[in-house]
């Protein structure tokens, strides 16, 4: 591990995991993990199905709570203050979950209105990610009629429409054709820098491709936390530590 | 509040651009609307007691068809977990489709007084009775439509949800019955457990607040564990 995963300087760390464990019975689905991420960086959490990645972003979301450990969102406690650290997190759950009878504004703006804008304020923010995640030609359909490509970019759409600091991906490219895929990590990239984005995968390309760091998980833990930058052959690393 | 105003938006719209919220109106309103004819032209008589019995009957068996898919069509569909990650509280979300549940069932009734309406244009029925009746009718679909919430909060599966949730009401039902085995007091808390011994007396004219508190504590105590089934994840 070529960087330390002792507590960050709170300047730049904008979310912080401290020694997360969660349990379900005898099954450890994440043990001791910790690392830090700092603001307006992209960190990819790579590992095989069944590595805890999914398990750990839904702790951070607040969905999980840890069997062990503390988990802190802009400096809120993911438990103890989770209504504060949900408000600057944007979650895309890998499964799309949307509600297909309502139409794509209607729900961007329910979303928005459900994490906290105003209701004069949600308007222009439903505008702006529209615009945003191109969704202009498709904004007054029903949900249940789009393509698995347009559902995903209502996916991220809903995760950004409140702004928030944090957009949390879970496997973002499952599913899609190549040049969705193309536009997705795009878009992830356009993203990076104006918001912290964390994002899990099993596909080492994605990760090479979209993530400033990279944690590597197996097995509910954490064996590596290293910057891309640092790392020319991703694939060697993986498979000496996997 | 917010928040709340926010679910109980999205769950009023849900319901009732539901298929399912305009078939149970139909089945409510032609098994009512025949009973009231009949009963009116072979009696002669200007009381709905007859009516409010019939439509306790259909409540308890058309509201978990209402509220099936409240939790159940969520975890299905996996929105739940979009909900929950939200800065929401658990509470506001089972409350929002709590009163959404309730907004129809009090809809089915307001459009029933329509019969009440009919009697007292063409005789002078005896109104105590009449309030009554409608006051145990909203209190018994809240407590059905709160059954049905914590049974649905517990299953992904809508038709399971429904089936507990009807289980429930007939069993509630039929409480009383088990009085005749059991040895006091639990043969006093067997027919205080039952939801007919509490409606009869509305139905009668007679407004015990013991009776609305037994819709109202049993109504808390469901929406208390759906809560506590949705926080338990």
Not at chain 1, 77 to 98: C, F, K, N, W
Not at chain 1, 193 to 203: A, P
Not at chain 2, 20 to 36: E, R, S
Not at chain 2, 211 to 228: E, I, N, Q, V
């Amino acid at each position: 591990m070529n960087e330390s995963l002792s507590p960050s300087d709170p300047t730049t760390a904008i979310v912080s995991i401290e020694r997360v464990s969660k349990r379900y019975g005898r099954v450890a689905a994440v043990s001791d993990v910790s690392l830090e991420v700092r603001r307006g960086e992209v960190l990819g959490l790579l590992g095989p199905n069944g590595s805890g990645k999914t398990t750990l972003l839904r702790m951070l979301t607040g969905y999980l709570a840890p069997t062990a450990g503390r988990l802190t969102v802009a400096g809120f406690d993911t438990e103890r203050e989770a209504m504060q650290a949900r408000r600057h997190i944007g979650y895309v759950p890998e499964s799309l979950p949307l509600y297909g009878h309502m139409r794509v504004r209607e729900f961007l703006s329910f979303i928005a209105r459900l994490r906290g804008l105003s209701r004069r304020a949600a308007p222009a923010a439903v505008d702006e990610v529209i615009e945003r995640v191109r969704l202009g030609d498709m904004a007054a359909a029903p949900i249940r009629t789009l393509s698995r490509g347009y559902r995903q970019r209502v996916a991220i759409g809903q995760g950004l429409v409140h702004r928030p600091d944090i957009l949390v991906l879970d496997e973002p490219t499952n599913g899609l054709d190549p040049r969705q895929i193309i536009e997705t990590r795009a878009l992830i990239r356009g993203l990076a820098g104006e918001r912290t984005i964390i994002m899990s995968s099993h596909i080492l390309g994605e990760v090479e491709k979209t993530a400033d760091r990279v944690a590597i998980l197996l097995r509910g833990r954490l064996l590596d936390l290293r910057a891309m930058a640092d790392t020319p052959d991703l694939e060697a690393l993986f498979l000496s530590l996997t | 509040m917010s928040a709340l105003a926010v679910l109980l938006h999205k769950e009023l719209h849900a319901t009732f651009t539901s298929a399912v919220a305009y078939a149970v109106a139909a089945v409510f309103f032609l098994v009512t609307g025949y009973t009231f004819s009949l009963t009116l032209f072979f009696t002669k008589v200007a009381n709905l007691t007859y009516i409010f019995h019939q439509m306790y009957v259909l409540l308890i068996l058309l509201v978990p068809i209402i509220t099936m898919r409240a939790f159940a069509e969520e975890r299905k569909a996996d929105t739940l977990e979009l909900l929950l990650t939200s800065p929401v509280r658990e509470v506001w979300i089972v409350v929002a489709k709590f009163l959404a549940a309730l907004t129809l069932v009090a809809g089915l009734l307001a459009g029933s007084s329509a019969y009440a309406v009919i009697l007292g244009l063409y005789g002078e029925p005896d109104w105590a009775p009449i309030y009554g009746g409608y006051l145990a009718l909203l209190l018994l679909g809240g407590l059905l439509v709160a059954i049905g919430i914590f049974t649905s909060s517990l299953t992904e599966n809508q038709v399971v949800a429904a089936t507990c949730a009807l289980g429930l009401g007939l069993m509630l039902w039929f409480a009383d019955a088990a009085s005749y085995m059991l040895p006091a007091p639990l043969d006093v808390v067997a027919i205080n457990l039952s939801l007919i011994g509490h409606f009869t007396t509305f139905v009668g004219g007679s407004m015990f607040l013991s009776d609305a508190g037994y819709y109202l504590t049993l109504s808390l105590l469901a929406l208390f564990l759906a809560t506590r089934v949705v926080m338990d994840r």
